[in-house]
Every structure is written in C-alpha cells, then in structure tokens.
C-alpha cells in the first residue's frame, strides 16, 4: 500500500545544448545522423505492442535528399484501426486503475532517457526526417518534448489536489478519472515533440490512444515509440497505425468507445473532423472532446518608436526559422512609413545570408520544405506575385526540386493590406509585409484584426508603452500568444502555455493544465459522516 501522498520532482525546462563546433553533442549527434544514413529501416504498424507489417510498404526520403531511401512504413487498412481500437480497450483495463504515481514515473522516465541515450537518435531522426537544422531539432524534438513529460507530470499532481471544501459532519473529495473510452492523437509533421505531446498528455492521465501520425513524420514517430516502451509505458496503452486519413477517420468515429481527439493540424481538416463527429454523435456514450490546435496567419507590427535592428531581427528568425514551417511564425508584417525601408534593407540583407541546403551541412541556417505538395503550394504562391501589380519581391521569389525540396526566403512587399497572401496560411519561408502610414497606427491595427480569420500569435514592437497598451487592447482576439517586444515563435512549455482562438483552434494550451483538464472526467463524491433521521426542518415547526 502506498500510503503517502508523494511529491513530483519540480519540473524545470531542459536546457538547450549548443552543438558548437568542438562540443561533444555536435560530435554525438553527427554519428548518429551518418549511422541512421547508414541504416534502412523497416517501420511496422505497433498495435497492443505487436508489430503488424503488411505486404503494403511506402518508402521514405529526407525532404532535402529526395535520392535517398530511409526505408519503409507499412500501410494498414480499416482493419487494422479496429484491431488498433480493440487494444486500447483491453490495456485500458489495467492502465485506467494505474495509480497515477506509476503513470508519472513513466513520463518522468521518458524525459531522462531523452535527455540522456535517446537525445541525439530523436534529433538525427527529426533532421533527416522533418529537414530540421540541428538547433531547430534540439529546441523541438530534445527540449521541448522533454518539458511536456516533466510538466505535465508537474500539472497533474497539481490537478489532482485541487479538492472542493467540506463542511462540518460532511468530507467532499473529488475524482479525476480518464475519459470513458480511448483518445484519438492525430499529429503533424512539423514538431515531433507536439506528436508525442498529443499521445502523451492523454495517456498520462490515465486514457489510451489510437495515434496517426502525419505521414512524413513517421520515421521520427517510430523513436518515440521506441522511448516509451522503454520507459515502460505498457503494450496498447498507445498504437501507432499508418492508415489513410479517411479510412482512419471513418473507422476512428464510428466507434461507440471513441471518447475525444487531439489533433494538431490545418483548419480545414480540424473542421472536417468536428462536422463528423457531430454527425456521428447519436454513436457515442458521451460527447466526445475535441481539442484541436490548428493554422495561423501570425503577425509582427511596429510602432514608429521601435527599433528597426530589433523589428528586422525578429522578422528574420520569427518568419524563417524552420522555413517558416512553425503554426506560430510570422508571415505578415506590418511596419510604419518612417522606418519600413530601413527594416526591409536590414531584412533583406539578412535573409540574402542565409546558407541554404541540408541539415546534416551544420553551417545552413534554411533547409528543406517537408514535401512535394508543401513546396508545389509554395511555388504557386510565388507565381501568383510576378502576375500582380500591387505586391513585388523584397528577396526569393525562386525554387527548386532537383535535389531537395528548396524554396528560396521570399519576402514580398505589397500596397494592398487585403493581399492573398497577406490574409492566407501559406506555411512556408514566405512573408509579406505592409507599410502603413505613420500617423495611421489604430487603422493598421485595426486593419490587422480583420483581416485573417486566424488567431496564434503576434508580435508588437515599440518603445512607447501607450502604444504597446493600445495594441495589447485593440489585439484582444488577434493571438493567444502575443509578444511584446519579441518575435512570435518560440514558445516554452511551462513559460508561454501555446494555442490560439478563432481558427486557431480551441486554445487549450498545450503543455499546461488546461490541456490536461480536457482529459479527465471529474466525479464530486459527498459522504456525510451521521445522515439525518427525520426529514422535517426546523423551520415547520
Ligand atoms: P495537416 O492538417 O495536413 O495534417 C495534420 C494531420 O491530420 C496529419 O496526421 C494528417 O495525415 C491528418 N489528416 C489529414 N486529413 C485528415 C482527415 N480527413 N481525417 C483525419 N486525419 C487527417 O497538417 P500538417 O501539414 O501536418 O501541419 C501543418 C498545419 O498544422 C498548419 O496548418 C499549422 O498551422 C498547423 N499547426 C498548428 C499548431 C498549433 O499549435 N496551432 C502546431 C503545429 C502545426
């Protein structure tokens, strides 16, 4: 009997490594890329711990080595979501009734081994699967994904003591139990501590979960998994199928045992998802929860009092970072007429010194987009321009698939605020920028407040604080994470808490309390200690 009430260790963010020329980490990391090269793997579907190959195989490439075979993922069928959905309910058996000082242990287990042993395999794989540098690797897929397990073990305890009051005679406790079914995790490519995240939240509060993870994303996905098997996560708790998406879907939401999904992905496929399951709704026990976090058109305005060096440097690494790949970066800006040709010179010469190519060349800042329909979206984009009178090239503007799937930094200036491309999710190293006029600072943010229907984040730049206050106001709805003074990306967990509103998603923070909160069913018991014997009140006397 664990009779005690047991403290988490204090979660603290895992510090970011350097891979400075010389350090050992750089070294680690680079025979761990040339190793995985060296390697082709043959990834199975993992359902209720059993790998299911199928005779169905697709081969993988890194977006910048389009030449080169990582291996195969074998492809699963409805079947296979059905058997997927059958283990989740017979682990659910035990790891519902887990107690929850062994779930953390877990998690907790999880964050060591990636901190430690599996830090560099994560990072080689996210570089060569996701075309990540290998800072952007070490800040996602090491740091980040190790700050979801420590803090949301951290937030869990916090959760489970939060406890009603009782009066006298009387004890009110209340329970956090796991939803009643199993969680559907459906993940993106481009952060692979978000798709370990969307499993890994639910499953710590005691849920079981059929996980799809974004195609492109799946040679990353399987080191994951690797990871929690070894932390002892137990076999059906979490199932990995590679199935297509309708397929899935279809399968996944007629379940009566389908409880919530969490999903992490464009707009477009999140709606799709809530009309089916209000469809379906008649199928299911209880209404399911549905937690998504979706697109953004992310901005950056300055004030005429900011500074262009500061403004310039955070559109440089808040747009093209990642190529421009993150839901938070910046693919709008908007700057004032006294100083925008000064910040687009610095930004252009900037962004013109960009190395671009592959990740495994340490010295390129820009990689690849993650696939051919990425980059053929892009390039439409970049065609679009040259036909328009009213928006040219600052820089960019060229593309190339020979080798990799390349797209030049493109920074576009328009006249026109109502731009496509100044309203639309383009997702990739495309920005476009709007000059306003000085004295017309409330119109531009204004302006900016209507014209996208999404909601992620933002950045305003200043050094006046009434101008700060009037945008921090006018800008209520604009982000669920706004920036003052800083670039809009960059998030940490336990620091900024991510997710935006309108059709951003439904800004349940992940990696906080909030997120994990959509995860439990509560259940108030009262117990009264001497229950009365007579049921007249005083007052009838
Ligand atoms: P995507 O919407 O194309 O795919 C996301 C996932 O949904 C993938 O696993 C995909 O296979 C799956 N999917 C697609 N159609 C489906 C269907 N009909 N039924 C079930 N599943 C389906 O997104 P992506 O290209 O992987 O990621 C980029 C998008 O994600 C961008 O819009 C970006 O803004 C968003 N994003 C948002 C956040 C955030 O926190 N708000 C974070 C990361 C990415």
Known sequence: MANAFFNVPTAVNEPVKSYAPGSPERKELQEMIAKLKNTTVDLPMVIGGKKIRTNKTVSMHPPHEIAHHLGNYHQGDAQHVNDAI???????????????????????????????????????????????????????AACEMIDFFRFNVQFMTEIYAEQPISSPGIWNRMEYRPLEGFVFAITPFNFTSI?????????LMGNVVVWKPSNTQIYSAHVIMDLFKEAGLPDGVINIVHVNSSVIADTIFKSPHFSGVHFTGSTGVFNQLWKTIGTNLELYKGYPRIVGETGGKDFIIAHRSADPREVATAIVRGAFEYQGQKCSAASRVYLPSNTADEILALVKKDVESFKIGSPEDFSNFINAVIDEKSFDKIANYIEYVKTRDDADFV???????????????????????????????????????????????????????????????????????????????????????????????????????????????????????????????????????????DYRYPFLG
């Open 86 to 140: 059958n283990a989740t309910m017979e682990a659910r058996k035990t790891w519902a009734n887990t107690p929850w000082q062994d779930r953390a242990a877990i998690f907790l287990k999880a964050a060591e081994l990636l901190a430690g042993p599996y830090r560099a395999k994560m990072n080689a794989a996210t570089m060569l699967c996701q075309s990540k540098n290998a800072f952007q690797a070490e800040i996602d």
């Open 395 to 533: 820089c960019g503007g060229t593309y190339d698939k020979s080798k990799g799937y390349f797209i030049t930094p493109t920074v576009v200036k328009t006249t026109n605020p109502l731009f496509r491309t100044m309203c639309e999710e383009i997702f990739g190293p495309f920005l476009t920028v709007y000059v306003y006029e000085v004295d017309k600072y409330e119109e531009a943010l204004e302006m900016l407040d209507n014209s996208s229907e999404y909601a992620l984040t933002g950045a305003i730049f200043s050094k006046d604080r009434a101008a700060i206050n009037t945008a921090t106001r006018l800008l209520e709805n604009a982000a669920g994470n706004f920036y003052i003074n800083d670039k809009p990306t960059g998030a940490v967990v336990g620091q900024q808490p991510f997710g935006g509103a309108r059709a951003s998603g439904t800004n349940d923070k992940a990696g906080a309390p909030q997120n994990l909160m959509r995860w439990v069913n509560s259940r108030t018991i009262k117990e009264t200690f001497v229950p009365p014997t």
């Open 195 to 203: 798709a370990a995240n969307l499993c890994a939240a639910p499953a």
